[in-house]
């Protein structure tokens, strides 16, 4: 007697890998936490069909601690975006600082990296523009997203904030990004 086991054949979307796009959202707080995983769904609608996605959350407060920071700066260097989200009122914070500066010397896969502020963003903005001279450092895209925290669509009529966003189209036009780059497969 033989035993065979039939199984379904496969379709092609299930034989097929899909890469996976990490992102690292740092925040201040609550709020400034929402806007930065509102960033992350954002970039899911646009691109969750072609990438697998995954994300870590690192609120300010924990990069205090040394062992979470070498840990959050682990996470960041193999990040696709990295996400800094905060009020922008004042500088951000020493922690924040070094936490920055330990993944910068780490192999970076990141492709760009991200400002998110509830304020107006103007030349005076101290921590936009650290993060600007970061982005410089590392060889990443620079965005940042100026202006209120993003509103329901609801409040907006016909195209919600997100999508009149020059910044986030650029993020969600990563999509044409040569796949063939080592940290986007299985060439690791």
């Known amino acids: 007697m033989q035993n065979t086991l039939n199984f379904p054949p496969l379709h092609p979307a299930e034989t097929e890998s899909r890469p996976t796009f990490n992102v690292v959202i740092a925040y201040e707080d609550f709020e400034t936490g929402k806007h930065g995983k509102k960033t ?22 924990v990069l205090s601690v040394q062992k979470l920071r070498e840990m959050a700066a682990k996470d960041a260097a193999g990040a696709d975006i990295i996400i800094v989200a905060a009020h922008g009122r004042s500088d951000l914070p020493p922690d ?9 010397t780490e192999k970076l896969q990141a492709a760009a990296l991200v400002g998110l502020f509830d304020r ?24 940042s997203q100026p202006g209120s925290l ?18 986030f189209s650029l993020l969600a036009g990563m999509e044409q990004l040569d796949r063939n780059v080592s940290h986007w497969g299985i060439n690791e």
Not at 52 to 58: D, G
Not at 150 to 167: D, L, Q
């Open 40 to 61: 992350y769904d954002f970039l899911f609608e646009h691109l969750g069909e072609e990438f697998e996605f995954s994300n870590q959350m690192w609120k300010f407060d």
């Open 96 to 104: 924040v600082k070094a936490w920055m500066e330990l993944w910068l």
């Open 120 to 143: 107006d963003e103007s030349i005076d903005n101290p921590a936009r523009g650290y993060l600007a001279s970061i982005a410089r450092r590392a060889n990443l895209e620079f965005f």
């Open 150 to 167: 993003p509103r329901n669509e609801e409040s907006e009529p016909g195209a919600s904030a997100w999508e009149k966003s020059k910044t």
